[in-house]
T-cell receptor, first 114, second 113 residues
Framework: GAGVSQSPRYKVAKRGQDVALRCDPISGHVSLFWYQQALGQGPEFLTYFQNEAQLDKSGLPSDRFFAERPEGSVSTLKIQRTQQEDSAVYLC????????????FGDGTRLSIL | RKEVEQDPGPFNVPEGATVAFNCTYSNSASQSFFWYRQDCRKEPKLLMSVYSSGNEDGRFTAQLNRASQYISLLIRDSKLSDSATYLCVVTSISSGSARQLTFGSGTQLTVLP
């Protein structure tokens, strides 16, 4: 399809395991954003990329969180040594340029840490 | 205090009712303003932008008051399909020059038959 694609749709992991979440943005979109959405809350910014450059990672909650976009298209959000508080929906969004407030979101990955 | 605050809701209204949502933001440097809609277990989708002059899109009217740092959304003649969570969103320029979206917690609307 033409939208933002995220995988897996659901992920269950045991506390302490590492997880990797994938985002495939809309083709040609320069900017890619990761958000974390806890139950009953709005999405909260984690990090963003302009092409392959990670320009802002101020929202990453700890050094266990790492994101990359090596070729400027697909991005991976990795969480090491997962904790229960990492349970949330992780949303990826892309936009054509840096200067648009209109972002296109993927369906998200629902992460549950047991 | 959260940077974007919304009515806590939930709002339960009958079909055909008019409903209004309010939102305030604390960052006076915020540059752009939006309402997003999020259906249960789905991704947020842009509903409409918000301008100081006010803007209307069919049954939806959005208004921005920069002096009061206040944003509103009015839905007239509400439909069952309007049931969703409405997210107030403001943008500011982040350290990397992108427009970073800051979301409110959302207001849940249920339109009843």
């Amino acid at each position: 399809g033409a939208g933002v694609s995220q995988s897996p749709r659901y992920k269950v992991a045991k506390r302490g395991q590492d997880v990797a979440l994938r985002c495939d943005p809309i083709s040609g979109h320069v900017s890619l954003f990761w958000y974390q959405q806890a139950l009953g809350q709005g999405p909260e910014f984690l990090t963003y990329f302009q092409n392959e450059a990670q320009l802002d990672k101020s929202g990453l909650p700890s050094d266990r969180f790492f994101a990359e976009r090596p070729e400027g298209s697909v991005s991976t959000l990795k969480i090491q040594r997962t904790q229960q508080e990492d349970s949330a929906v992780y949303l990826c969004a892309s936009s054509l340029t840096l200067n648009t407030g209109s972002q296109h979101f993927g369906d998200g990955t629902r992460l549950s840490i047991l | 205090r959260k940077e974007v605050e919304q009515d806590p809701g939930p709002f339960n209204v009958p079909e055909g009712a008019t409903v209004a949502f309010n939102c305030t933001y604390s960052n006076s440097a915020s540059q752009s303003f939006f309402w997003y809609r999020q259906d249960c277990r789905k991704e947020p989708k842009l509903l409409m932008s918000v301008y100081s002059s006010g803007n209307e899109d069919g049954r939806f009217t959005a208004q921005l008051n920069r002096a009061s740092q206040y944003i509103s959304l009015l839905i007239r003649d509400s439909k069952l399909s309007d049931s969703a969570t409405y997210l107030c969103v403001v943008t500011s320029i982040s350290s990397g020059s992108a427009r970073q979206l800051t979301f409110g917690s959302g207001t849940q609307l249920t339109v009843l038959p």
